[in-house]
């Protein structure tokens, strides 16, 4: 019989990649969404079959009844409020989804099934401006937003129920991953989409906040593996996922541009009124837990996800323009 697997916030840049990977690893793949209409179009790019439910976050019973109608053996808990500038501004509803759905989650997982297997996907946002570097899971968490608040609290249900009730629950701490299905707000898709205009002749200037913000970027579909690779172990554990490197927005936009044949300095203009609040010290993940115990590597370099993304971009505004 078919391995069920639960995702919610499918709609998202790693709700599909990690719906791509099971589908292909033979699971059948049920998405949770807030809204199945909007859903099932965002989503008719996927080449598989796919079960779109809606859920309300905000429900105890609803939850319990979507884990008991389709018997999921994994979920993984993709959905948050996750946009990079709207993390000051909605406090409140950031702490019931990224936060208490989590537990409510976990609850149902307990009372219909404790053998179902949850992976959540928590933030290097929980270091806030961390002390040390490379951060690694022993690293004290200080988070500094109401979304890395959230994150933790999170986690420390996980943990909790791991503990507690012997729940096979995993936090994957992520660092920064992008892809062509990155969303729109978020600085390296503005970049590689900004550049792709602007070699389109469609636009001709580019405005970022500080381009010495440096961060650890790897590839959506490379971290949505390593969740995988989590709920595979014969024990349920903490794991830092990232690159292991940062390269600044600058160098994000030089080889964008580069790969372009365009200088960035032509085009990036800095706009300091835009920088972020409380912007947190450099941040890097030490994932040699992950990389030693599940034997996961990213298969994506930094240039090679750059390509892609300015390649993406490239080809999606040449098929509007076409039509
Ligand atoms: P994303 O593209 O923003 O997708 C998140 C999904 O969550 C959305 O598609 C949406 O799905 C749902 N969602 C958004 N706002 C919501 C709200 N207010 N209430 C309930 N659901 C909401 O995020 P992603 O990049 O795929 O990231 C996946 C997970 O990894 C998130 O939990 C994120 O916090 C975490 N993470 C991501 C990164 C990163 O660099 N991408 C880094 C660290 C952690 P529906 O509309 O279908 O409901």
């Not at 900004?194 to 590839?219: M, P, S, V, Y």
């Not at 200088?263 to 890097?284: F, G």
């Amino acid at each position: 019989m078919k391995k069920v697997a639960l995702i919610t916030g499918i709609t998202g840049q790693d709700g599909t990649y990690l719906a791509e990977l099971l589908s292909d690893k033979g699971y059948s793949v049920i998405g949770v969404t807030r809204d199945v209409k909007a859903a099932g179009g965002k989503l008719s790019f996927l080449k598989f079959e796919l079960t779109l439910v809606e859920w309300d976050f905000l429900s105890q019973d609803a939850i319990v009844e979507i884990v008991r109608q389709y018997r999921p053996s994994e979920v993984y808990n993709l959905a948050a409020f996750s946009t990079g500038s709207g993390m000051f501004d909605n406090p409140v509803e950031i702490a019931e989804v990224n936060g208490i759905a989590v537990t409510k989650l976990l609850e149902a997982i307990r009372t219909v099934d404790d053998k179902v297997r949850f992976c959540q996907a928590s933030s290097r946002e929980i270091f806030g401006e961390a002390l040390t570097s490379p951060q690694s899971e022993l690293t004290s968490a200080q988070p500094r937003s109401p979304y890395g608040a959230a994150k933790l609290y999170a986690d420390s249900m996980i943990r909790i129920y791991r503990e507690r009730y012997n729940v096979f629950a995993c936090s994957a701490i992520l660092f920064n991953h992008e892809s062509p299905r990155r969303g729109e707000g978020f600085v390296t898709k503005k970049i590689t989409h900004t550049a792709a205009k602007i070699k389109l002749g469609l636009t001709n200037e580019l405005l970022l906040g500080n381009l010495d913000t440096a961060r650890d970027w790897g590839f959506a579909g490379d971290t949505v593996n390593a969740m995988w690779l989590m709920l595979q172990h014969n024990q349920p554990d903490d794991y830092i996922v990232s690159t292991g490197k940062t390269h600044t927005v600058r160098q994000f936009c030089e080889y964008a541009f580069g790969y372009l044949g365009l200088n960035y300095q032509d085009y990036v203009r800095e706009d300091v009124s835009s920088y972020r609040p409380s912007e947190t010290a450099i941040l890097v993940g030490d994932a040699s837990k992950v990389k030693s115990r599940l034997n996961w590597s990213p298969k994506v370099n930094f240039n090679e996800l750059v390509q892609m993304m300015v390649d993406a971009d490239i080809q999606s505004l040449l098929e509007k323009n076409i039509r």
